[in-house]
């Protein structure tokens, strides 16, 4: 499908995903881990595991325990459906020149000479000198 001359828009490469059993099965079983995660987070907020009273805080280290396994798992719930479920695809994008970046007009991009007379070359010394110098 590449082309030496893609144009903006493109599709440069495509790969199916792979769409594996194993993958399927293993997000399932995260996500029941999940459910899992977040009732005992909710649990433990409804029954103010996380205000100090006789365990000495340790009701807050659990929930910062629950919350944190929350997300790690939900990243790898998230990092497994991408890798295995979702096309590897590359769009050709438009390459941005460099004197775009730099706010010059385009007209302006190449530059001016020295040899285009000497009235060019006093307004280039006169802007280096006095930068709100007019033309």
Do not use: C
Request: charged share 20%; no cysteine.
């Amino acid at each position: 499908m590449s082309s030496s001359g893609s144009t903006y828009g493109d599709i440069h490469r495509y790969e199916p995903p792979r769409e594996s059993t194993a993958a399927a099965i293993a997000i399932v079983l995260l996500t029941f881990v999940q459910i899992v995660f977040v009732a005992m987070f909710v649990y433990g907020l409804s029954e103010n595991w996380g205000i100090a009273g006789t365990d000495g805080g340790t009701g807050n280290t659990v929930l910062g325990f629950l919350l944190t396994a929350i997300f790690v798992n939900l990243g790898f719930i998230l990092l497994l459906y991408r890798k295995e479920f979702l096309p590897d695809v590359m769009i050709v994008k438009k390459r941005r020149r460099k004197w775009e970046d730099l706010y010059v007009r385009e007209e302006d991009a190449d530059g001016a000479s020295l040899a285009d007379g000497t009235s060019g070359f006093w307004d280039t010394v006169k802007r280096a000198v006095y930068p709100y110098y007019k033309r």
